[in-house]
């Protein structure tokens, strides 16, 4: 009951949308790489989507003067 829920999305996401279901390398510091990877994939996508709908209410890089 107390669980939160927010990351259950993202992990439903990298499940279903990305196909990841097992690590395909073994050994602790191999699936941390490969765990970061898919996150960093994860929230690439994210941003992305957010910058393609014009949702990111701030500019992500100020603008040089002409």
Do not use: C, W
């Not at 927010?6 to 279903?16: N, P």
């Not at 393609?52 to 701030?58: A, D, G, K, M």
């Amino acid at each position: 009951m107390n669980r939160s829920i927010q990351s259950e999305g993202a992990f439903g996401v990298i499940k279903q949308d990305y196909g990841f279901r097992q690590f395909l390398l073994r050994g602790n510091k191999k699936v941390l790489t490969e765990i970061l990877l898919v996150a960093m994939a994860y929230n690439i996508n994210k941003l992305h989507a957010k910058i393609q709908q014009s949702r990111t209410r701030t500019q992500l890089f100020t603008k040089l003067p002409a």
